[in-house]
């Protein structure tokens, strides 16, 4: 994550505040010690032991963040989230998602935090990035057909784009402060981590890929790929970050499934779509976004939460 300039505390939280984007605003719980902003995420410091993760509507592309948000997506990435915490048999960081556990809240805080917080354990986050791949597609298939590369010299030749893997596979990356992640060759990875810590997260990663395609399948969504982050508690491995959420894994409807076709995906493809047509080289400052795009890239994220939870996104966003 990138740094962010310091906040100087108070014992109240201002209104929105001009972000580490140029241009862009969002919320500063200034009764904490603001730790860093991501494209999506503030990181606070709430005492030695544990932090608050707050997941703002942001929305980037290409490695851009938006001008405008995605109204309620921060709410599904946690919503989405806690729902695989509290489903995954592995030890996470998650300690509450109630604002009433965070100390010295004042009301409007607690109104904007409430479903899209988290407070968790405080963690030694562990450098890598811990991919799984369990259909060939994006940057692997890329790789693939241009003749092979770190995540993909040992599968085998014919494969298509969008093709179902025989078994999942592990491709580590570096966690990039900015701009993209680069993938890890297995000696890279080993050098990295360690030989044992290597073993210890590829299998971690693997088994909750496997439970999170299955839970998936049974709800008529692909479980493409995703990725995770791990932290070491006590001395102990735990998951971290978001799980399984549509920013951070490759989700396709089922009855979609091609090989060899491009997949419709339940995450921002209705925002990439949408740039890809305009006339923009990829880099600072974005175009402006229309409200039917802002809107169809709310429902897809609305769609994915509740196909997946089995339950009402007005519930989880509760009265107002």
Same mark, same amino acid.
């Given at each position: 994550?990138?740094s962010?300039?310091?906040i100087?505390a ?10 580490a984007t140029?241009?862009? #605003? ?5 009764? *904490?010690?603001? *730790? +860093?902003?991501?494209?999506v995420?503030e990181? #606070?410091?709430v005492?030695?032991d ?6 703002s /509507?942001?929305?980037? +592309?290409?490695?851009?963040?938006m001008s ?8 599904? =990435? ?5 729902h ?10 998650l =300690?509450?998602?109630?604002p009433?556990e ?5 009301s409007a ?6 479903g899209?917080m988290?407070?968790?354990r405080r !963690?030694?986050?562990? @450098?890598?990035e !811990?991919?799984?791949?369990?259909y060939?597609y994006g $940057?692997?298939w ?10 993909t ?5 014919? =494969?298509?784009?969008?093709?179902r893997?025989?078994?999942?596979i592990?491709?580590?990356?570096t966690k990039?402060?900015?701009?993209h /992640?680069?993938?890890l060759t297995? +000696?890279?990875?080993r ?6 810590m ?6 971690? %990663?693997?088994?909750i ?7 998936a399948?049974?709800r ?5 790929d ?8 006590d ?9 399984l959420?549509p920013?951070?894994?490759?989700y396709?409807?089922?009855d979609?499934?091609? @090989?060899?076709?491009?997949?419709? %995906?339940f995450?921002k493809q ?6 890809e047509?305009?006339p ?5 400052p974005?175009?402006?976004?229309p409200?039917?795009?802002?809107k $169809?890239?709310? /429902? ?6 509740e196909? *997946? ?7 989880y966003?509760g009265?107002k």
């Amino acid at each position: 994550m990138s740094s962010h300039p310091t906040i100087i505390a108070a014992n109240r939280i201002t209104k929105r505040n001009r972000g580490a984007t140029a241009g862009h #605003y969002h919320w500063l719980v200034l009764g *904490l010690n603001h *730790l +860093a902003s991501g494209k999506v995420r503030e990181i #606070y410091e709430v005492d030695a032991d544990r932090l608050l993760i707050v997941a703002s /509507d942001r929305i980037s +592309a290409y490695d851009v963040v938006m001008s405008e948000s995605i109204p309620d997506k921060g709410k599904v =990435l946690t919503g989405l989230s806690t729902h695989w915490f509290d489903l995954l048999d592995t030890p996470h960081h998650l =300690l509450s998602t109630d604002p009433a556990e965070v100390p010295g809240l004042a009301s409007a805080d607690a109104e904007y935090l409430s479903g899209r917080m988290m407070l968790v354990r405080r !963690c030694e986050v562990i @450098p890598m990035e !811990c991919v799984i791949r369990g259909y060939l597609y994006g $940057s692997s298939w890329k790789e693939y057909a241009a003749g092979g590369g770190p995540t993909t010299e040992h599968l085998p030749d014919g =494969l298509q784009m969008a093709d179902r893997l025989d078994e999942p596979i592990f491709t580590p990356a570096t966690k990039a402060d900015s701009g993209h /992640d680069e993938n890890l060759t297995v +000696a890279g990875a080993r050098q990295l981590v360690g030989d044992d810590m290597y073993e210890d997260l590829k299998a971690r %990663s693997l088994d909750i890929y496997r439970a999170g395609a299955e839970y998936a399948a049974e709800r008529g969504i692909i479980l493409a790929d995703t990725k995770f982050e791990f932290g070491i508690v006590d001395g102990e491995v735990r998951l971290i970050d978001e799980v399984l959420t549509p920013d951070s894994s490759r989700y396709w409807p089922a009855d979609a499934w091609a @090989p060899g076709s491009t997949m419709p %995906s339940f995450d921002k493809q209705p925002l990439r779509d949408w740039l890809e047509a305009q006339p923009w080289d990829k880099t600072p400052p974005p175009p402006t976004l229309p409200t039917d795009v802002i809107k $169809s890239t709310r /429902d897809r994220y609305i769609e994915a939460y509740e196909r *997946l939870t089995g339950a009402s996104f007005a519930t989880y966003l509760g009265p107002k």
